[in-house]
């Protein structure tokens, strides 16, 4: 019996035995997190409502005022609070067209409620039985989808596509010197991955002590995939130095672009490499956090085409199948189900084609005494680099269920389908464009746009181009990017400042500066398209005239 006025502690948790009145509490709670969202949400934007002064002493004023209170608020005071950090967040309308921020669907939310209902340590299934299970079944999925033997494969849940480069890059030490564990690294390693490629591998080689000048950045082609001519090359100069590559990273679905390396050729010239050195052959690991889900396109039939996609749909899809088609010829993999899995963050999928690599990492049982290597308890992880893994695995479960693979299917075929008349579009209104990005067949259209009489695409490309020339149309495109910048609650478009790295005629490399329409929500339709179009057509006019005005 409580003799106090101060609340039971129980009161901050779930009920024990599921009575109806904590229940209707945490409904209660929820119900009002979810109408306060949408309560603030704008169809005519991007940002939920409200105003966030963020100043340059933003954040400086934050760490002044914040403190934690020494008597705690109802929780409907904290959820007024919590609701207040979300004013001005962007959100997945559909006019948001930024990089790889999906939106998370409602499958894949529910599978992470269920996860943090029970809050199970996905690293043991003694503490995370549900966890557990789910990962050993989207491990399977995944496995039967890319082509991987699922009775062979073996896979875990990881923090997004870097701590599965990083993973990878650990087997691929493992597998050349077993000892490199205990010993460490040997000092004449080294890694390949191409100049399109995510930075997460130039981190993995400082973290790993590879150190990054053993990364070797191979040039790209056009269509921004790996140029496997120089990947020889480059291979062949290692090892005439003493080198030895230990491991290559073939990216398929870059972040710009959405170039897609050819894992089978990248296989072909590293095993031919390798052998006439009589060395092993690198561990080759597919970096598809993003583009490994367009192999839900492996099996469709274009011919009998039964969901009815268009003709340039159809001739995307066709594109997309040469390439990720040979997934399985990779040693190790990744999914980031929170980009086009559609899940929550952070639900990232590591996927090995042998699980037996795992063995290369697992500790001894002096190691790790809390948990495994007991007589009870059958799914033990003490490989990861994780020590406690949340059960991020129940979430892709939930989203494969509900999507399956006619699903997925559908909502890529829709950002497709907006990405062809954007395109199409695009180039027949703004002359002063050209898309960077033409053999790309998927969901992000990079473009860039050009002074008068400047040289275009194909001649940078070329390498016929000054410096001062390239400079000068980088320029231009920074000011796009502080114009659709300034105006992101509006249309949230992206950029880089490195796309394709190109040479010029002063035999110097240069990146190119790009904007990017990267189709990420289920809420932008193609009928959307003209408006987008007419919208960046003005900002780039506007920029345009100015930097001409400022150029005479």
């Not at 209170?69 to 959820?79: F, H, K, L, Y």
């Not at 956090?289 to 995307?316: H, I, P, R």
């Not at 062809?420 to 002063?432: N, W």
């Amino acid at each position: 019996m409580q003799t106090s006025n101060k609340p039971d502690v129980r009161d901050w948790f779930p009920s024990e035995d599921g009575n109806n009145q904590k229940r209707e509490e945490m409904m209660k709670l929820i119900e009002q997190l979810i109408t306060g969202v949408d309560e603030l949400k704008n169809p005519d934007g991007v940002n939920l409502k409200g105003d966030k002064k963020r100043d340059g002493n933003f954040y400086g004023e934050l760490t002044k005022e914040s403190y934690i209170p020494q008597v705690g608020a109802a929780m409907e005071e904290v959820n007024t609070e919590l609701l207040k950090l979300l004013h001005g967040h962007p959100y997945h309308t559909k006019y948001f067209f930024s990089n790889i921020l999906p939106m998370a669907s409602m499958p894949g939310m529910m599978g992470m409620l269920t996860a943090m209902l029970v809050n199970g340590n996905n690293l043991w299934d003694v503490y995370g039985p549900a966890g557990a299970e789910a990962e050993v079944r989207v491990t399977a999925m995944m496995s039967k989808l890319v082509g991987y033997d699922a009775e062979q494969s073996g896979g875990y849940t990881t923090w997004g596509g870097q701590g599965a480069v990083f993973s990878g890059l650990r087997i691929a030490i493992a597998k050349h010197d077993p000892q490199a564990p205990q010993h460490g690294v040997p000092g004449n390693l080294y890694v390949f991955c191409s100049e399109a490629a995510h930075y997460s591998l130039f981190k993995s080689v400082e973290a790993t002590g590879i150190g990054s000048n053993h990364l070797v950045k191979v040039k790209t082609l056009s269509d921004s995939s790996m140029d496997t001519e120089d990947l020889e090359r480059k291979m062949n100069q290692v090892i005439a130095s003493g080198g030895i590559p230990v491991y290559i990273v073939a990216t398929t679905g870059t972040t710009d672009a959405i170039g897609i390396d050819d894992v089978s050729l990248i296989r072909q010239v590293a095993q031919k490499v390798t052998e006439q050195a009589g060395l092993a052959c690198p561990h080759i690991h597919a970096d598809s956090a993003l583009g490994g889900f367009f192999a839900v396109f492996n099996d469709y039939n274009l011919s009998k085409n039964e969901l009815g996609f268009s003709a340039g749909v159809l001739d995307m899809v066709a594109k997309l199948q040469v390439k990720m088609r040979h997934l399985h010829l990779a040693d190790s993999m990744c999914f980031d189900f929170q980009k086009l899995g559609q899940t929550p963050y952070v639900s990232s999928l590591f996927l090995v084609k042998n699980a037996n690599d795992f063995g290369l990492l697992e500790l001894g049982e002096d190691e790790t005494p809390y948990v495994g290597h007991r007589g009870y308890g059958d799914y033990h992880t003490g490989y990861t680099l994780e020590c406690t893994r949340m059960a991020s695995s129940i979430s892709m479960y939930s989203a494969l269920l509900a999507f399956g693979i006619e699903g997925y299917q559908r909502l890529f075929a829709q950002f497709l389908e907006v990405s062809y008349e954007f395109r199409k579009q695009l180039v027949a209104k703004i002359p002063e464009v050209d898309i960077v990005n033409p053999d790309n067949y998927a969901i992000s259209t990079v473009f860039r746009i050009y002074p008068p009489q400047a040289p275009r695409f194909q001649d940078e490309v070329k390498g016929t181009c000054s410096i001062r020339d390239i400079e000068q149309t980088n320029l231009l495109n920074e000011r796009l990017f502080e114009k659709l910048g300034e105006q992101r609650d509006q249309m949230f478009f992206g950029d880089t400042k490195k796309h394709l790295i190109v040479n010029t005629l002063e035999d110097q490399s240069i990146p190119l500066y790009v904007s990017k329409f990267f189709v990420i929500s289920p809420h932008t339709k193609p009928e959307l398209v003209t408006e987008v179009v007419d919208y960046l057509k003005a900002c780039i006019t506007e920029v345009y005239e100015q930097f001409v005005s400022t150029v005479k």
